[in-house]
Nanobody, 124 residues
Framework: VPLVESGGGLVQAGGSLRLSCSAP????????IAWFRQAPGKEREGVSC????????LYADSVKGRFTVSRDYAKNTVYLKMNSLKPEDTDVYYC??????????????????WGQGTQVTVSS
C-alpha cells in the first residue's frame, strides 16, 4: 500500500496543522489508517487510528481533545488535524495501515505498510 504523508511544517506553540495521508493509485476506502510519530532516538508512538466506515476511532491519551482524525472518501485521503500544538509534539509523523478495515490499536508492530513520514516542528 503506497502511503504518502504531507502537510508537515514549522508552527508556533498553540498553532495548528493538518496532515494528510493518501495512496496514489490505491483505494484506501476499506482500510483502517493509523498515525504514528517518532522523534530521533525514541520509540515510534501511536497517535490515532480511524477505521473504515463507521468503525472505531482511537486516540492516544497525549493527544485526546487536541487532535482529530478524519477521512474523505471522495479524495481517498485521511487527515490528522492537530490543534493547540506543543513543542513536545515535534516529531516525524507517519501514516500506516494493516490493510484491514477496523482499528485494532496503535501499537507499531501491528502495522506493515508505512509512509515516508512528514516533519512537524513546534517552536516555543
Amino acid at each position: 500500500v503506497p502511503l504518502v504523508e504531507s502537510g508537515g511544517g514549522l508552527v508556533q506553540a498553540g498553532g495548528s496543522l493538518r496532515l494528510s495521508c493518501s495512496a496514489p493509485g490505491f483505494n484506501l476506502d476499506y482500510y483502517a489508517i493509523a498515525w504514528f510519530r517518532q522523534a530521533p532516538g525514541k520509540e515510534r508512538e501511536g497517535v490515532s487510528c480511524i477505521s473504515s466506515g463507521h468503525g472505531s476511532i482511537l486516540y492516544a491519551d497525549s493527544v485526546k481533545g487536541r487532535f482529530t482524525v478524519s477521512r474523505d472518501y471522495a479524495k481517498n485521503t485521511v487527515y490528522l488535524k492537530m490543534n493547540s500544538l506543543k513543542p513536545e509534539d515535534t516529531d516525524v509523523y507517519y501514516c500506516a495501515t494493516e490493510a484491514i478495515s477496523n482499528c485494532r490499536g496503535v501499537t507499531r508492530y501491528l502495522y506493515d505498510h508505512w509512509g515516508q513520514g512528514t516533519q512537524v516542528t513546534v517552536s516555543s
